[in-house]
């Protein structure tokens, strides 16, 4: 609202934004970010938990007044604030202890220690990539702060990546500054977490887990990657929870581990990888990076045939993408990835394809229209209608070929927007499913690129 707002304001046309109380810091350093100076009334509190007739109060004794003076009242300035150090400032010296107080006081950390990123390490990062520290990947909101290489390899530092991670962390930042990925909601309330996707002969050469406890913290690799997106977002997009402002994630999670493909696995089956399945060639070294606001239960299912796996899916991760489901309607998107143990991708394989998969999990997880707009007015969205939607032509014709609330109509979209990926325990018979928060966040692929010495730079151990 407040980005429409700032492009409004730069035609000349006054405006004035409704903000909720539990918004208005937020908003501020929106604000600050954006360069703009705009005007807010506040409602006070929280719409969604208030009766009818304290909403209507609220509005004519509260609101309404504030608005008025908002349009009427010239803006408040910006507030330049803290200057901000320069690239290659020495920020603080002191102790190992005495560098961790300060850069927890900064809220630069995420609460565990970090390691100080002292120059000598952010250059070894930058020797494991060909470009200029300086190059710029995006201006990032909320705070308008510049994503370059150098803070890439700072931030890589800080979260306890190895120099050779660097081209990684490259592309999953670039990943995150397309504008598809809209990482403008990464401080959206649902709390969704970035999931860094890796494919390609770097999986083995940088010694990621891809086998039994994939997305447990533990490999250097998968942790300090998964860490490093997380810390990313606090220091350079200003994603901060209090004392902060920028993250509004009402109850949150953690960060994820960076999730490797058994590539090895979904060869033997005939399967393509998740990267070949994006488009990508064998042998590509890729990175995917999308969010992640669902985790379905651990999925155990037994049979030997194909269908036994797949209903098992469809019946218990079906359940966990259910609820979110109007997220999707709304915006004509609907992303997930199900990791699948190797052993399960056999049975499946030996009568499957993916495809087949995808069709078969598209056609049997339903919910009916009543309970997806039930779905949907608890959530803040009271006026969501299906056939609205389809004339506006955000979703297919079939979700409105009838008014019977009871119909039932797919969860999933389209098929092709279930991703299928092998990890995980070959000697146990689980999935699971990882949802992404629809439009943001949707997997956001990029290739890896390489340094030029990248054989030599390894072999040397920088």
Known sequence: MLRAAALVEKLGIPTASIVATGFLKQAD????????????????????????????????EILAPGLLKALTVTAPGLDAGDAEPAQGDIVFSGTFDQVQDYFYGKLWTDGLPVVPPT?????????????????????????????????????GVMAGCQPEYMPILIAAV?????????????????????LVIVNGP?????????GQGVMRVGRRANTSIGRFMRMFLRNICGYRIPPGAGDKGSIGQTFLVALAEDEDSARRLGWPTYAEDRGFVPGENVV????????????????????DHAAQWAQVMGHSFTYWSHTGFKQGRWNAVIVVSPNIANVIAREWSKDDVRRY??????????????????????????????RDGVLPPEYAESDDPQRLINVIIKPEMIGILVAGDPDRNQSRGYMANQRQGPPTSRRVAL???????????I
């Not at 995917?288 to 269908?307: D, F, L, M």
């Open 202 to 210: 770097i999986i083995k050469e940088l010694d990621f887990n891809y």
């Open 288 to 307: 995917t990076v999308q969010s992640v606001v669902v985790i379905t239960p651990p999925t155990y299912s037994a049979g030997a045939r194909a269908e």
């Open 361 to 390: 999990l598209h056609t049997h997880i339903k919910v009916t229209a009543e309970r997806a707009a039930y779905y949907a007015g608890m959530t803040a969205t009271p006026t969501f209608n299906l056939q609205q939607l389809v």
């Open 29 to 60: 350093l929106l604000i600050k970010g954006l360069g703009v100076p705009l005007a807010v009334g506040e409602y006070p509190g929280h719409p969604m938990v208030d009766s009818e007739d304290e909403l209507k109060r609220k509005v004519e």
């Open 119 to 155: 120059k000598s390490r952010v250059d070894a990062f930058l020797e494991f990539t060909d470009r200029n520290p300086d190059d710029v990947l995006g201006v990032l909101p909320p705070e308008g702060r510049a994503a370059t290489l150098h803070s890439i390899a700072v931030n």
């Open 174 to 194: 670039e990943a995150m500054c397309d504008p598809d990925f809209r990482i403008e909601d990464a401080g959206s309330t649902p709390g969704w977490e970035p």
């Open 451 to 461: 340094p030029k010495r990248w054989k030599q730079l390894l072999k040397r151990g």
